[in-house]
């Protein structure tokens, strides 16, 4: 249980053109979902933190008008990278942490497999 | 803010035992855990520890939390070659709060 799944996988986009990132939980309900960047053979960082039916938090340094995200249910959040330019291009991981209620807190996130993007 | 670091390579021999180690700075950690990644794939738990836990074993790994030090290592037993991937150490306050991640450490396992 608690799968996580990207969608697409990898894109390669035109720079100025605009890529939507979806972050499902297939299995469970997931009050919150946060998005990562990653460069390569570097750590993750935090992008912003998506709580759903309510704006997500950035981080400092994310400009919130490129990377539009959005949770529009528990199941789902999306990042959408807006005019993309070749430094966008990143490996973008979601993950989701379990809702509260009658579930069992779960100690942990669950990590989706990742989007590459190249914006070329 | 807060820091983690963690070694940036660490290479054994099939069989041996490895100890990826990691540090950091926030006092209010509550929660650390350790990750795999293997080459252009998500992350994958492996485990975690309380930051009331001195250690933690689970089947081949050993987790061991030195909180006056802010020192948290894992240990490998007999290690593969499927174990060849990057460590992230990770900590957070609180479950739903953000995960705060180590640089990275990448174990290559030889024959």
């Known amino acids: 249980g608690a799968v996580v799944s990207q969608h697409p996988s990898w894109v390669i986009c035109k720079s100025g053109t605009s890529v939507k990132i979806e972050c499902r939980s297939l299995?469970?309900?997931?009050?919150?979902m946060f998005w990562y960047r990653q460069f390569p053979k570097q750590s993750l960082m935090l992008m912003a933190t998506?709580?759903?039916?309510?704006?997500?938090?950035?981080e400092q340094g994310v400009e919130k008008d490129k990377f539009l995200i959005n949770h529009a249910s528990l199941t789902l959040s999306t990042l959408t990278v807006t005019s993309a330019h070749p430094e966008d291009s990143s490996f973008y991981i979601c993950?989701?942490?379990?809702?509260?209620?009658?579930?069992?807190?779960?100690?942990?996130?669950?990590f989706g497999p990742g989007t590459r993007l190249t914006v070329t | 803010g807060e820091d983690v670091e963690q070694s940036l390579f660490l290479s054994v021999r099939e069989g041996d035992s490895s100890v990826i180690n990691c540090t950091y700075t926030?006092?209010?950690?509550?929660?650390l855990y350790w990750y795999k990644q293997e080459p252009g794939a998500g992350l994958q738990l492996l485990t975690y520890?309380?930051?009331?836990?001195d250690m933690k074993q689970d089947q081949r790994l050993t987790v061991l939390l030195n909180k006056k030090d802010k020192h948290l290592s894992l240990r490998i037993a007999d290690t593969q070659t499927g174990d060849s991937a990057i460590y992230f150490c990770?900590?957070?306050?609180?479950?739903?709060?953000?995960?705060?991640f180590g640089t990275g450490t990448r174990l290559q396992v030889t024959l």
């Open positions: 520890i309380f930051s009331n836990m």
């Open positions: 299995d469970f309900q997931a009050t919150t």
């Open positions: 990770a900590e957070s306050i609180n479950t739903a709060s953000k995960l705060t």
């Open positions: 998506s709580n759903e039916g309510s704006k997500a938090t950035y």
């Open positions: 926030d006092s209010s950690s509550t929660y």
């Open positions: 993950s989701a942490s379990l809702s509260g209620g009658d579930v069992k807190p779960s100690y942990e996130q669950y």
